[in-house]
């Protein structure tokens, strides 16, 4: 369970020696280790041929990253599968159906089980637009919100005809559910509305493992063009209350279950910068557009998507603070 003794710069200030350090228990990771806390994998030391990168944190409990392009700038989307004896569970896919069929080969790797269940934890098209590529008879798991954007990604007329169908969700979990599936309880949970308003997570607690997909952003700045900014805050807290020894990001390195615990909590305080400087120009009369250009954001300069998220953060913070998100509060 994480606790909050350093403030934000002194967590980013961790030297990169302690950045490698692994628990006694943790995995070795393949290729170059945790040797720059950044979501940059040629900062990292890197190539392309290094993904994707599969690693059982704990038996039968699989982390995939793989590579995505945003702009110019390429960072991991981070999917999670758990093999038991009576079928596998995955959590978010890929962002197309080339990138899913692989991910869906490297499970066959693995296990000749077959994917039982798949659970949209993300609704945004880099972790479901491959989804067509699970096998038909798959269950497909959603909170209501996120089933309602299949939905509307399905209905969209802007989709080419020539596009895969988009898997609608047939099980939806509004708040907790659990799953048993092959001798094993797995908790499918909604802790409140973070990055998309659907932010399922899943929770393994024989294990100690947390997949948060999109509700943490390893060192990537925060994106927020559907989200809940100060929600998001609280959900984050909700986590950092469980009994959890491995925090699993949606984007980002999954590093050591000390190293992510850690950078979960320098995420939430990044959320925290973001939404006060937000409040900071909102409160001096500044205009969006005018917010949107003079925001500063100290040491999350440097973190992946800054230049093109940074402005969506401030709209979105705006939006909250003038009371325009859609739902309101739950």
């Known amino acids: 369970m994480s606790q909050r003794p350093l403030g934000l ?3 980013l200030a961790v030297t990169l020696a302690a950045c490698g350090t692994q628990g006694g228990d943790d995995p070795p990771v393949d ?7 950044t979501a ?3 900062a990292r030391g890197y190539t392309d041929d290094d993904f994707p990168r599969v690693r059982e944190i704990e038996p039968g409990v699989y982390t995939y990253e793989q590579l995505r392009s945003a702009g110019e700038e390429r960072f991991t989307t981070v999917s999670l599968f758990v093999v038991t004896e009576e079928g596998v569970l995955v959590a978010d896919g890929q962002g197309n159906v080339e990138e899913t069929e692989r991910l869906v080969q490297h499970i066959g790797e693995v296990t ?3 994917i039982t269940h798949v659970v949209v934890a993300s609704d945004h098209g880099d972790h479901t637009g491959g989804n067509a590529a699970f096998p038909e008879g798959a269950e497909f798991i959603a909170h209501p919100t996120s089933a309602a954007a299949l939905e509307s990604q399905a209905a969209s007329p802007n989709r080419s ?3 895969p169908p988009v898997r609608l969700a047939t099980r939806l979990v509004e708040e907790r559910e659990v799953l048993e599936l092959g001798g094993r309880d797995i908790e499918i949970v909604f802790l409140g509305r973070a990055h998309t308003g659907g ?3 899943v929770h393994l607690a024989d ?3 947390l997949f948060m997909s999109e509700a943490y952003l390893h060192r990537v700045f925060p994106a927020m063009r559907s989200a809940y900014p100060s929600e998001w805050l609280a959900t984050i807290e909700r986590a950092q209350e469980m009994d959890v020894e491995w925090y699993i990001p949606g984007h980002g390195f999954v590093d050591s279950a000390a190293v992510l615990e850690e950078e979960l909590e320098v995420y939430r305080q990044a959320l925290e910068q973001v939404i006060e400087e937000a409040r900071r120009l909102h409160e001096s009369g500044a205009t969006l557009e005018e917010a949107q250009g003079q925001a500063r954001f100290g040491d999350l300069e440097t973190w992946s998507l800054r230049s093109s998220q940074g402005p969506v953060a401030i709209r979105q913070v705006y939006a909250e603070l003038n009371g325009e998100l859609p739902g309101g509060e739950q």
């Open 31 to 37: 290729g170059p280790a945790e040797e720059a806390r």
């Open 112 to 114: 000749s089980q077959p």
């Open 40 to 42: 940059d994998p040629y």
């Open 207 to 209: 294990a100690g493992v």
């Open 161 to 163: 005809g020539d596009a």
């Open 9 to 11: 710069a002194a967590l």
């Open 199 to 201: 932010d399922l997570m």
